[in-house]
Structure formats: C-alpha cells, structure tokens
C-alpha cells in the first residue's frame, strides 16, 4: 500500500489517508489471520462452525 505525498499537505492528513486506504483494501484481517500457521483441517472446522453459527440465527429481517 502506498500513498503519495501531495504538494502542500500535513503528514498528518497524509497518515489519515493511508490509514483509510489500508482499512477499504481490508488488509489487517489478512495479517492477523497470516500471523499464525492454520492448518487446512483447522480453517474447514472453524467455517463449519461459522455456518452452523450463521444457520442458527434465522432469517435476516431488513
């Protein structure tokens, strides 16, 4: 991720611009996720369990 520095502005507006554009890429839940080893059979479990999870609550009411 990279932003450029415009002509005239803060270092501040700068790092809110790049903090912005790092939380639209979603790029933290990544490297928390890739932070540790998961094994293949641990990710199946743990979606298994977020569909059951998600099956459970019932239908969505908008």
Known sequence: MSVELRPGES???LLK????AVAE???????R?????TSKSEIKRIK???AIRKSQ????VI
Do not use: Y
């Open 17 to 20: 611009r790049l903090r912005k």
């Open 25 to 31: 890429a979603r790029i933290l839940p990544i490297v």
């Open 33 to 37: 996720q890739k932070r540790w080893f």
């Open 48 to 50: 298994r369990q977020k």
């Open 11 to 13: 270092q501040d507006s």
């Open 57 to 60: 609550r019932g239908p969505r």
